[in-house]
């Protein structure tokens, strides 16, 4: 089970920190999702085992996922946050063992927390 927190309200670039954390150790990558309003879900950063990232476009250098094993804690740090990034805010597990590279996308995740909600205002 995965338990995310941190969301909130900020004005546009101003910034958040997300924390997800696991119920026990896994070695899947975790990933971020977000689901915008009226909008369909898009996978935001992943993270395998040993800290490998990979990001969307939309969010690269503006956000960065990491990982603390010992802790089962993945925290994304999103900065210079815009409008656009409001949305409901999920970490989930890839379904499958490997490689993380590339995988964004949202069907390919299980094991989905219940959200939290990020609102950026202009």
């Known amino acids: 089970q995965l338990v995310e927190s941190g969301g909130g309200s900020v004005q546009a670039g101003g910034s958040l920190t997300l924390s997800c954390v696991a119920s026990?150790?896994?070695?899947?990558?975790i990933g971020w999702i977000r689901e915008p309003p009226g909008e369909e879900r898009e996978g935001v950063a992943i993270?395998?085992?040993?800290?490998?990232?990979t990001y969307a476009d939309s969010v690269k250098g503006r956000f960065t996922i990491t990982r603390d094993n010992g802790k089962k804690l993945v925290t994304l740090q999103m900065s210079s946050l815009e409008p656009g990034d409001t949305g409901t805010y999920y970490c989930?597990?890839?379904?499958?063992?490997?490689?993380?590279?590339?995988?964004?996308?949202?069907?390919?995740?299980?094991?989905w927390g219940q959200g939290t909600q990020v609102i950026v205002s202009s």
């Open positions: 993270i395998s085992l040993r800290g490998s990232a």
């Open positions: 026990r150790a896994t070695n899947y990558c």
């Open positions: 989930a597990t890839l379904t499958t063992l490997g490689s993380c590279d590339g995988h964004l996308d949202p069907r390919e995740f299980r094991n």
